[in-house]
């Protein structure tokens, strides 16, 4: 058995545990998947299928680790790259095609939903909030890239393509992003998803990015689950094979968003406020506890308010939250209530109450900014929320307040 083939074999037995093999770590392992098609294993993860004119790529990697899975790809498959289909204009998907145009000494075709183009437009707009992000939720001081190969073909809903003698299926769908692709090879039988799955509680929540499509995206995962695809290549994770077990990871994944979604919307058509829908909506416990679904990377709470933000915008119903005063007049005045900012770090550090403890900590932060007491007790604090927590996004922004004042912007 194959190392990627046994690796999945061990998550969906449950012979290891999701975290022992993060759907966010690198691996740059390539393997044959199926017939004349590959897969490379890395953060953001290419597949490639073989053609009389050359190979389709499905992504060309990440713009700080396009080349290693260039490498780690030229291993099983050697034929010069033709085609390259993007899912989404996401920056660990859609960088590299210059590496392959190098070898191939000619300029490669590339594929995309239309939508890439005004993608990359934000990202030029918001190149220091993206570094920002990074910072935030990899921990990383890495540049954010300012310049971006365009698409030289796009389509709007589907796109059919024949390269070299193999049909390629190409569906537009709303999930992780509005410009996602899942791309269908009928004759190997390999589903490539994208972003739209991804061996972790579904990415659609995440706090400091843009709108996300829980509803649109579980009914993609339906759409594909209808093929009776025999290999799933994801966008991040490793594959998944047989037909019972690609159909189980779609229908479980489809099945948990739709339950997020159904809770979210019946309790904003009763008037809920946003406090009570996030204490009050959580995923089927038996889904929440497949391998492919947990909250490793994004979690379901951020998925609630990302459904509250889709449906019923910013605000979350507290009427003092409208208009609200500055936070740290708020915090000021609470201070003087508690005889102190003192005081509130105090009960701060005594609390068992990991939210609350963050919650007292920053009002005594705010009221008293230079103080190098309730500075260095709130680093601690969030040090330890960090520890505590399962998802990249929430374990980022803890460490981040953690590291110190560049950190916690």
């Given amino acids: 058995m194959s190392q990627l083939r046994e690796l999945s074999s061990d998550l969906l037995s449950g012979a290891i545990t999701i975290e022992s093999a993060h759907p ?8 044959l998947v199926a017939p004349r098609a590959y897969f490379v294993s890395s953060f953001a993860n290419v597949a490639a299928f073989e053609t009389d004119d050359g190979l389709v790529l499905i992504d060309t990697g990440s713009f700080l680790l396009a080349e290693r899975t260039r490498v780690a790809l030229r291993g099983v498959a050697t034929a010069p790259a033709h085609t390259a289909i993007w899912t989404h204009g996401h920056v660990d998907h859609c960088f590299g095609v210059e590496l392959y145009e190098r070898e191939a000494g000619r300029a490669l075709r590339v594929i995309a939903h239309e939508d890439v183009a005004r993608r990359f437009a934000r990202y030029r707009l918001t190149r220091g909030w993206n570094e920002a992000i990074n910072a935030r939720q990899f921990r990383t001081a890495v540049k954010f890239p300012s310049e971006f190969r365009a698409p030289d073909e796009t389509f709007r809903d589907r796109r059919t393509l024949d390269v070299g003698g ?50 649109e995206w579980a009914a993609a995962l339906r759409a594909i689950d209808a093929l009776g695809a025999e290999v799933l290549c ?96 708020i915090a000021r005045e609470l201070a ?54 399962r998802s990249v996004m929430a374990r980022g922004v803890f460490a981040s307040v953690a590291a110190g004042p560049a950190g916690s912007r």
């Avoid at 966010?24 to 393997?31: G, K, L, N, T």
């Avoid at 500075?375 to 969030?382: N, P």
């Fill in 336 to 389: 003087d209530l508690a005889g102190g900012a003192g005081a509130l770090a105090r009960r701060a550090e005594a609390t068992a109450d990991a939210r609350l403890a963050c919650e007292l900590i920053e009002l005594a932060h705010l009221a008293a900014p230079d103080d190098p007491a309730i500075t260095a007790l709130r680093g601690k604090i969030y040090a330890a929320r960090a520890a505590s927590e």
């Fill in 166 to 215: 193999r049909r390629f299926e190409l569906h537009h769908a709303l999930g992780e992003t509005d410009d996602h692709t899942w791309v269908w090879v009928p004759d190997a039988g390999v589903v490539c998803t994208g972003d739209l799955f991804i061996w972790a509680s579904p990415n659609c929540g995440n706090p400091q990015k843009v709108q996300r499509y829980p509803r």
């Fill in 24 to 31: 966010m770590s690198p691996r740059f392992i390539a393997e």
């Fill in 234 to 329: 994801p966008g991040h994770g490793v594959p998944i094979w047989g037909a019972a077990n690609v159909h189980r990871a779609l229908d479980d994944t489809a099945s948990y968003l739709e339950a997020l979604v159904d809770q979210v919307l019946a309790l904003m058509n009763r008037g809920a406020l946003l406090d009570e829908i996030v204490a009050t909506v959580t995923p089927p416990a038996a889904l929440a506890a497949r391998p492919y679904l947990s909250p490793v990377y994004d979690e379901p709470e951020f998925i609630v308010r990302n459904l509250y933000r889709l449906y019923g915008g910013w605000w979350d119903g507290n009427p003092a939250h409208l208009k609200p005063a500055p936070a740290a007049a």
